[in-house]
């Protein structure tokens, strides 16, 4: 989450041993439903104890709205400028930090993938939005003033009505959550077209990447995604191959080099540690994998990227 309406400009540091995980269950200010969604002012989303100066993930989806504020944030090896009238996303997994400026404020709506998809009209949202998950969209939309005076709106009444517990507040909730996502795939799609989003909108498709999002790293087997999503090994490589490009295996080797990138980015354990985290008994073999998928060996990498951390 964000960083305090106060003048005081954060900075991101590497870790001892591991990306801190702020997970839901960890906010008790503002208006929540455990387990379900989180709705907080974005001045009273940082403490000492949740420090968003420092990278750390989290375990649900967020939407950061800033309607003043300056500086920049980190997400997954990025830096993002950070404007007034910005709006700024997450998932489950993704690493960021914040370096701010100046009086910020705004809001700051989180939800579990479980509250929005499974009782919602529209379940497979979550998996067409490309600038929740990281990639070639970026996380980050500056808005225009007539787009900020609709989104400021939005947020204020999902502020107003999440604070009332009365029946349908969950309908309510998600209802606003659906309509900012929407607003800002709409947004995009004005500035330039989004990529295809064949790639995620069926639903098998969908269903794996949030297995292995919930997952990893503890399953890095396709046979164990084909059994838990009740398909043979054979029909999900096919059909993630027919409608991403990619097969579930590498799919999961993607998964595996991003979250080598973070903790070597992030984190100051060492490149056997780092190795036996994400199930490689052989650390060499490690090093053989990261260096065919990155170009450069884990020690190349993180020279070059706790160098950038340090610059930006």
């Known amino acids: 989450?964000?960083?305090?309406?106060?003048?005081?400009?954060?900075?991101?540091?590497?870790?001892?041993?591991?990306?801190?995980?702020?997970?839901?269950?960890?906010?008790?200010?503002?208006?929540?439903?455990?387990g379900h969604f989180h709705v907080i002012r974005f001045e009273d989303g940082h403490s000492e104890r949740l420090n968003r100066f420092v990278p750390h993930r989290h375990d649900f989806f967020e939407i950061i709205w800033l309607r003043t504020g300056s500086g920049q944030v980190r997400s997954d090896l990025q830096n993002f400028a950070v404007c007034p009238r910005t709006l700024f996303f997450t998932s489950p997994g993704q690493v960021h930090a914040w370096e701010l400026a100046g009086q910020c404020a705004g809001e700051i709506a989180s939800f579990t993938e479980e509250f929005f998809a499974v009782?919602?009209?529209?379940?497979?949202?979550?998996?067409?939005?490309?600038?929740?998950?990281?990639?070639?969209?970026?996380?980050?939309?500056?808005?225009?003033?007539?787009?900020?005076?609709?989104?400021d709106r939005l947020f204020r009444q999902l502020h107003a009505d999440a604070a009332q517990p009365l029946l349908g507040r969950d309908d309510l909730v998600r209802a606003y959550l659906t309509i900012l996502l929407t607003l800002t795939r709409q947004f995009l799609e004005e500035r330039k077209p989004l990529p295809s989003p064949r790639a995620t909108t069926d639903l098998l498709s969908r269903r794996f990447r949030l297995l292995l999002e919930e997952k990893f790293p503890e399953l890095l087997d396709v046979s164990d995604y084909a059994k838990r999503l009740h398909v043979s090994r054979t029909?999900?490589?096919?059909?993630?191959?027919?409608?991403?490009?990619?097969?579930?295996?590498?799919l999961i080797q993607d998964r595996i080099l991003l979250e080598a990138k973070r903790l070597l980015t992030h984190t100051s354990l060492t490149v056997a540690q780092i190795a036996y985290q994400l199930g490689f008994q052989d650390p060499s073999y490690f090093g053989r994998f990261f260096r065919r998928s990155a170009g450069q060996t884990p020690g190349e990498f993180r020279d070059r990227a706790q160098t950038d951390l340090i610059a930006s």
């Open 1 to 34: 989450m964000g960083h305090s309406g106060s003048s005081h400009v954060g900075r991101s540091n590497v870790s001892a041993d591991a990306v801190a995980l702020y997970p839901m269950s960890a906010y008790t200010r503002g208006i929540r439903k455990p």
């Open 119 to 151: 009782s919602s009209d529209h379940p497979g949202l979550l998996a067409k939005l490309p600038f929740l998950y990281g990639g070639p969209v970026p996380p980050i939309l500056c808005l225009t003033p007539a787009e900020g005076r609709r989104v």
């Open 235 to 250: 029909h999900l490589n096919d059909h993630l191959q027919r409608e991403t490009g990619r097969s579930a295996g590498e």
